[in-house]
């Protein structure tokens, strides 16, 4: 199972984008998906959740201007953040649980196959 993100690039502050992740090798019925980020000497940061069992998940940092979404009938999810501000800018990751099944617990700890990543810079 993998996962491809689309490019993220250079955003001005106060604009918006959104990133999308196409994974292959997994169901589209029971899934567990998420987005990280990473900005230069700082920890990677789990962004936001989506699964097949309950309503999205948000960190602190993005909450009330992230949202993250599914193709209905595919593997592709979402990631769109509004009103981006310098601090936004990071690595951003697709990444999902390969593991999880109906009935399980979706966590940003329990991601095992991750994509590659795409570099978004958010500065004017």
């Known amino acids: 199972v993998h996962q491809a993100e689309s490019e993220g690039g250079l955003v001005q502050p106060g604009g918006s984008l959104r990133l999308s992740c196409t994974a292959s090798g997994y169901s589209d019925r029971t899934y567990c998906m998420g987005w990280f980020r990473q900005a230069p000497g700082k920890e990677r940061e789990g962004v936001a959740l989506?699964?097949?069992?309950?309503?999205?998940d948000y960190a602190d940092s993005v909450e009330g201007r992230a949202a993250i979404s599914k193709d209905n009938g595919k593997t592709t999810v979402y990631l769109q953040i509004n009103n981006l501000k310098p601090e936004d800018t990071a690595m951003y990751y697709c990444?999902?649980?390969?593991?999880?099944?109906?009935?399980?617990?979706?966590?940003?700890?329990?991601?095992?196959?991750w994509g590659q990543g795409t570099q978004v810079t958010i500065s004017s």
């Open positions: 989506i699964d097949s069992s309950g309503p999205p």
């Open positions: 990444a999902a649980d390969s593991f999880f099944r109906p009935g399980g617990f979706c966590g940003y700890y329990g991601m095992d196959s």
